[in-house]
């Protein structure tokens, strides 16, 4: 049971390409944003659509394949962990953020749609 404690499982489509960053160490480092939609009727029967964005974080290998592979529009299967963290802006306000730190990558769709 112990792997189920922080896991996450999303699958929707890249809102842009990733951003690649290297640190000064030289580990690379994907940012990115996926898009997750559900859809349901409201009590009135209309059908709905509900769309969550989610911000992700790959390092290392992930990075490397969300670099060459990702790109807007495209769907994917994101799995990792959910990662919480603060920092200061620039104004010295505190401020806090949730992200999935992607442990896989899976690219859903057609070899022909790449």
């Known amino acids: 049971m112990y792997a189920f404690k922080n ?16 640190t000064e160490n030289g580990r690379k480092l994907a940012q990115f944003s996926l ?6 009727r409201n009590s009135k029967g209309e059908n709905i659509k509900e769309t ?7 390092w290392g290998k992930v990075a490397d394949i969300a670099e060459k592979y990702l790109d807007k529009g495209k769907p994917v299967v994101i799995e990792g962990k959910l990662v919480s ?18 442990n896989e990558m899976l690219l859903l769709g057609s070899k022909q749609s790449s």
């Open 7 to 22: 896991r996450v499982q999303l699958i929707g489509n890249l809102v842009g390409k990733p951003e690649i960053k290297k």
């Open 35 to 40: 898009a997750t939609s559900e859809n349901f």
């Open 52 to 58: 969550q964005w989610h911000r992700v974080v790959a």
């Open 85 to 102: 963290r603060s920092y200061s802006d620039k104004e010295g306000n505190k401020k806090y953020i949730s992200e999935v730190q992607a």
